[in-house]
């Protein structure tokens, strides 16, 4: 993938594994701090706190997308029967 450059296509398909990865991994960790929060331990806050962090984790990716979608340094890919 990298010896020549980067494949458009991989490259956002990997990008899109990612956020749906980072999405799932959210979910479980509000429902960690919602059961948390109902037993009153600590540990409330700090997943409160990560879920804060995936959420960035989120956007960052969300720009990366983006400049991959309007970056004219991947230009799109011919495929010639032979």
């Keep these: 993938m990298c010896s020549d450059g980067v494949n458009h ?29 109902h037993a009153g331990l600590e540990s409330e806050r700090g997943l409160s706190e990560a879920i804060t962090e995936l959420k960035s984790v989120r956007r960052r990716l969300d720009r990366a997308s983006e400049e991959i979608e309007n970056s004219s340094n991947f230009p799109e890919a011919t495929v010639t029967a032979l």
């Design 9 to 37: 296509n991989q490259f956002q398909m990997m990008i899109e594994m990612c956020q749906s990865q980072v999405e799932l991994v959210e979910d479980w960790v509000k429902e960690l701090a919602h059961l948390a929060g």
